[in-house]
T-cell receptor
Framework: RKEVEQDPGPFNVPEGATVAFNCTYSNSASQSFFWYRQDCRKEPKLLMSVYSSGNEDGRFTAQLNRASQYISLLIRDSKLSDSATYLCVVTRGGGFKTIFGAGTRLFVKA | ETGVTQSPTHLIKTRGQQVTLRCSSQSGHNTVSWYQQALGQGPQFIFQYYREEENGRGNFPPRFSGLQFPNYSSELNVNALELDDSALYLC???????????FGPGTRLTVT
């Protein structure tokens, strides 16, 4: 079992739709959580950090449930420009380590 | 743009050869991490450098080694290249104590 797991998709949604991505992690010692966005053949870019209290940035909302070891990302009012791969990321100390999920592919269509 | 730069952008090597990839971190960032990303997969953590020392390592063999210099720039060295080493190699910089990382554009390595 992978330490960070995501539904690979692809998710195909129309413009204006709301879409949700889920991610689970297996190591309870994980300390920081993020969502990154990666466009085709480009580097990952930080989208947002994820906190237990929830984190909202415009159309994007991220949530962390430490008890269930579950992270989510909600995108409201999808735009064509949201089409990308969304990567769930977890870090832990004790010898620093960052673990990326394999990513969830999103296609937003007109 | 993040300000993280990598060189070269593309590289073709033969199996058994050695390669050195370079990374300059974003201004003010003192920590550098390296990742390997195979096609269709998420980046895999290779190692992190802080204060010119390895600060954490993923599941990569010793033939993957690195350096960090006093100006925080870094090198990734891979010896005895294998076909499976073909991938996008990403460098990311951050501030110590801050887990947000900012990536460079990557070096695409092809091993034939």
């Amino acid at each position: 079992r992978k330490e960070v797991e995501q539904d690979p998709g692809p998710f195909n949604v129309p413009e204006g739709a709301t879409v949700a991505f889920n991610c689970t992690y297996s190591n309870s010692a994980s300390q920081s959580f993020f969502w990154y966005r990666q466009d085709c053949r480009k580097e990952p870019k930080l989208l947002m950090s994820v906190y237990s209290s929830g984190n909202e940035d415009g159309r994007f909302t991220a949530q962390l449930n430490r008890a269930s070891q579950y992270i989510s990302l909600l995108i409201r009012d999808s735009k064509l420009s949201d089409s990308a791969t969304y990567l769930c990321v977890v870090t832990r100390g004790g010898g620093f380590k960052t673990i990326f999920g394999a990513g969830t592919r999103l296609f937003v269509k007109a | 743009e993040t300000g993280v730069t990598q060189s070269p952008t593309h590289l073709i090597k033969t199996r058994g050869q050695q390669v050195t990839l370079r990374c300059s971190s974003q201004s003010g960032h003192n920590t550098v991490s390296w990742y390997q990303q195979a096609l269709g997969q998420g980046p895999q953590f290779i190692f992190q450098y802080y204060r010119e020392e390895e600060n954490g390592r993923g599941n990569f063999p010793p033939r993957f080694s690195g350096l960090q210099f006093p100006n925080y720039s870094s090198e990734l060295n891979v010896n005895a290249l294998e076909l499976d080493d073909s991938a996008l190699y990403l460098c990311a910089s951050s501030l110590v104590g801050k887990d947000e990382q900012y990536f460079g554009p990557g070096t695409r390595l092809t091993v034939t």
